[in-house]
Structures are given as structure tokens and as C-alpha cells.
């Protein structure tokens, strides 16, 4: 089979040929029909990850049909349509990820961008039939994330006023759209006035440029403040989302793009009764929650673009410049 490959650290995708896969038992093979990029494949690539193993065929987002089946697995999933969760070995806490035994397909396992991938039959689940497989493969590990956020640690309610920073990357754009079915009141920041205006376009109430110096001040003026923060950067921006959370407000953290931030004000935290909690990926029941979510909305992922199988390197590069809107699909099949 065919597989894109990264050879070494700053090197680009190589599509080339890699031995065939035989299913395990409790293993299904896929035949990925499409995938998506995310940011922490772009992190591999750059060697900014860790754990870090080469050669890898990366990618953790994928949708396609059961091509075969392993022992103990049921025979009717076979050509079946499906999607594909990428949280290995979650652990038995609901609550948390196993310190050691949870992984992320595509990396130290080899991932999605590939003809064919090796999962566990529990790791994959009906693919709703709205979707395309290139809008399927856009779901699982930005959606994941974005729902486990809101939901499971956010407690989003209707009519809550939420703050989404950093709109037009993957996570953010399914915050924005889940919490719009939830009839939240949605605002969000951005670097580009474009991604703001889209954003509105969909839904949102309003948004900022964090470029300028007093979009605090700007948000402050627009919206008061929020019930619920969603951010995926940190850095010197906590202190900023301190003040902007409500009394009894709750932020979630699901990265750190921007690092750590210098200091931070406990007062604010403690005096305004904050909730500060972090987030990644989800849980099986997540995973399951969030797909029947999409289904039940008839929601549509937001796609940027789709590149040819051989092309994957021209979406690894686009992903680099930041000038997405939505997500980045790889068509396989």
C-alpha cells in the first residue's frame, strides 16, 4: 500500500510504499478514503513534538470503509462506512487521560495518511450520513476536543456568553459551531479581520483583532463579561482572560501555543470565583457524545481545502502559513 511518509525532522512528506497491514485481534483495517491535517502533525514534522519517531506515516484524522477484520471482531463491520477515533488506551478515569498508556494515532503508531490504517475495532464508529468522508475526516480529533471543552468540562448552557480566542483554526471553528446549535452567545478574537467577519457570518455575536492594543478593551465594551472562555494559545493572554471571565466564570484550556505566561494574578481567581481547567482531547464517551452531536445538528464541518494524496506536502506547507479556514482534508481513495 501507499503511505505519505516523513523520512526525518524538517523533511518533507514522501509518498511512497509500505508493507501491506494484517488486523490483529479486536483489529479492524480501514481503507481511509480521506483525512485531515492538524496541527500536531505539522509539530512531528518540525520535530517540535514529543516522544518523536521516524520514519511515520503522520495523521490522526481519518474516514473510510472496513476492509477486514481481525478475531473477536463482529463480521458485519466489515464495509461498513466509518470514522475513526484517534485517543488510544484513554484508561478506565473518564475524567483523565492514563498518564503513560494513552496515545494519539499517527504518532508513535502510524497514522491515517495512508491507503490503509490498523485501529482497534472500538475505535471506530458509523460515519453519519450527511457527511462526506472528506467532511468525516475532518471531525474526529479537532471535534473531540472542541466538544470535551464545551461540554464535559465547560458545562456550556444555552444562552451562556462565550468567548472563543483564535477563530479559523480547527478546534476553535467546531467551538464556534457547537456552541451556536447550543443557542450560546457566541464572540470570538482573531489576528485576521477576515476569519472575524466569517465567524459573524455564521453566527457569532462579534468578534476583535487581538493585534489591537486595546482589544480587551474593545471585547469589555461588546460583550461585558463571559460565562465561558475557550482558548487553545495561553501565554501573556491569561491575564487578559482573567479579566474578561465573568464572576463564576469558567476557562478551558485545551493548549499553549504561546507558551507559559509570565505571571498570573491569582487574586482574580479566587476573588471572582473562577473555574480555570484544562482539556485535551476526550474520552471514548466524548468521542461517541460529540459524532451523535454532529448527527443530531446535521451540522457540516468547515473545510478549507482538499489536496490530492500526492499533494500532501502543498497541505503540511498551507497549514504552516496559517492561512486556513477550516480544516485542511488529505482525499486518499
Not at 28 to 49: E, F, M, P, S, T
Not at 251 to 280: C, D, H, M
Not at 288 to 298: A, G, L, P, R, T
Request: net charge negative; hydrophobic share 40%.
Amino acid at each position: 500500500m501507499k503511505a505519505l511518509v516523513l523520512p526525518e525532522k524538517n523533511q518533507p512528506l514522501i509518498l511512497k510504499d509500505v508493507p501491506d497491514l494484517v488486523p490483529g485481534y479486536d483489529e479492524v483495517i480501514v481503507k481511509i478514503h480521506a483525512a485531515a491535517l492538524n496541527h500536531r502533525d505539522l509539530w512531528i514534522q518540525k520535530g517540535q513534538y514529543a516522544g518523536l519517531k521516524y520514519p511515520i506515516t503522520p495523521g490522526s484524522d481519518g474516514a473510510g470503509v472496513v476492509a477486514a477484520i481481525g478475531s473477536n471482531v463482529d463480521p458485519l463491520l466489515k464495509g461498513k462506512e466509518v470514522i475513526i477515533n484517534p485517543a488510544l488506551n484513554w484508561g478506565d478515569n473518564p475524567a483523565y487521560q492514563h498518564p503513560k498508556n494513552f496515545q494519539i494515532l499517527g504518532l508513535p503508531l502510524d497514522g491515517t495518511f495512508a491507503e490503509y490504517v490498523k485501529i482497534p475495532a472500538t475505535n471506530i464508529t458509523s460515519k453519519p450520513t450527511q457527511l462526506s468522508f472528506e467532511e468525516a475526516a475532518a471531525i474526529p480529533l479537532a471535534g473531540t476536543t472542541a466538544y470535551r471543552a464545551l461540554f464535559t468540562r465547560g458545562r456550556l448552557r444555552s444562552n451562556e456568553k462565550i468567548l472563543i480566542t483564535g477563530i479559523g483554526g480547527g478546534v476553535a471553528l467546531f467551538a464556534l459551531q457547537f456552541a451556536l446549535a447550543t443557542n450560546a452567545d457566541v464572540y470570538v478574537t482573531s489576528g485576521s479581520k477576515e476569519k472575524i467577519d466569517r465567524a459573524i457570518a455564521a453566527g457569532a455575536t462579534d468578534g476583535v483583532n487581538y493585534k489591537d492594543e486595546d482589544w480587551v478593551e474593545k471585547l469589555q465594551e461588546k460583550a461585558g463579561g463571559f460565562d465561558v472562555i475557550i482558548d487553545g494559545a495561553a501565554g501573556d493572554n491569561v491575564g487578559h482572560l482573567l479579566n474578561l471571565a465573568s464572576p463564576g466564570g469558567r476557562i478551558i484550556f485545551y493548549g499553549a501555543t504561546r507558551g507559559n505566561p509570565a505571571n498570573i494574578e491569582i487574586r482574580r481567581i479566587f476573588w471572582k470565583q473562577l473555574n480555570v481547567l484544562g482539556s485535551t482531547m476526550g474520552n471514548p464517551e466524548d468521542f461517541q457524545d460529540m459524532v451523535s452531536f454532529v448527527n443530531d445538528h446535521q451540522l457540516h464541518p468547515i473545510i478549507d481545502e482538499v489536496f490530492s494524496f500526492a499533494d500532501g506536502e502543498k497541505a503540511f506547507r498551507k497549514m504552516d502559513s496559517a492561512a486556513q479556514y477550516g480544516k485542511l482534508v488529505i482525499k486518499i481513495a
